[in-house]
């Protein structure tokens, strides 16, 4: 069944140093190996759900510099429609420099650069979707127009609430999906539910949970894999359950889809370059 994603998020270039402990504050360390890879939340999002078979629509913003080509190859090489992508002019595309621990945890700074350019106007252009997808690494506005654009088009409407920052009860009331962490569903707390719609919750080691109306309705255990870098675990999660939940694949199965998706994700360094394809995530569900 083919599906259409449209995401509203981040493009940034990631720039990371792997193999070395994780540093305190304050602290240096040495010893990590240095890679640069396409990244930024919306960006990655966008090409786990291509990869998994969805037609995506991104809409976003990169700076004028040498980094934005860069920043975008892997959009372009695998079909992401990126005629909504704007260049502006005198700004830096994003930037997200990465600290990755030899146990593939890691630490995000993120230079956000043109992704605050991204506004209601941009939005505009979006064709009609299954799906909208956003996250909170571009303008709330941009996020608030994208809901606007799901109500017009009859999209299901669902936002990644990461990074964890303050938003309004209304943003939350209008999305049909919610997908948060730990941290992030700490952070909002019983906002997230009290409009009665669906509510991701992933838990790391712990597999993932679903809600709806405030009460539990799915939940799956996580895949066992070789851990190499968690960078991005999420971002494919994102993208995984809004491909399931297009195709119309019911809550437990959705959510062991987007498990698996994001399993994948963990085997291998880089965010972009370690998104699975359709068949890999097929594999992985029919061998467990």
Known sequence: MSVTIGVVGSINLDLVASGAPLPQAGETVTGAQFAQHPGGKGANQALAARRLGAAVHMVGCVGDDALAETAMTLLRRDGVDVSNVMSELGTSTGVALIAVSPDGENQITVASGANTRVGPSDVAGLPNCDVILSQLEVPVTAVEAA????????????????????????????????????????????????????????????????????????????????????????????????VALAEGQPPEQALRFASAAAALAVTRPGAQPSLPNRAQVDALLGAS
């Open 147 to 242: 809901t606007r654009r799901a109500a017009e088009t009859g999209a299901l409407m669902a936002i990644n609430l990461a990074p964890a920052s303050g938003v309004s009860p209304q943003l939350l009331k209008d999305a049909d999906l919610l997908i948060v962490n730990e941290i992030e569903a700490a952070f909002y707390g019983d906002a997230l539910h009290e409009r009665g719609g669906l509510v991701a919750l992933t838990l790391g080691g712990d597999g993932a949970a679903l809600f709806k109306m405030g009460q539990e309705i799915a939940r799956v255990p996580a895949f066992e894999v070789d851990v190499v870098d968690t960078t991005g675990a999420g971002d494919t999660f994102c993208g995984a359950l809004a």
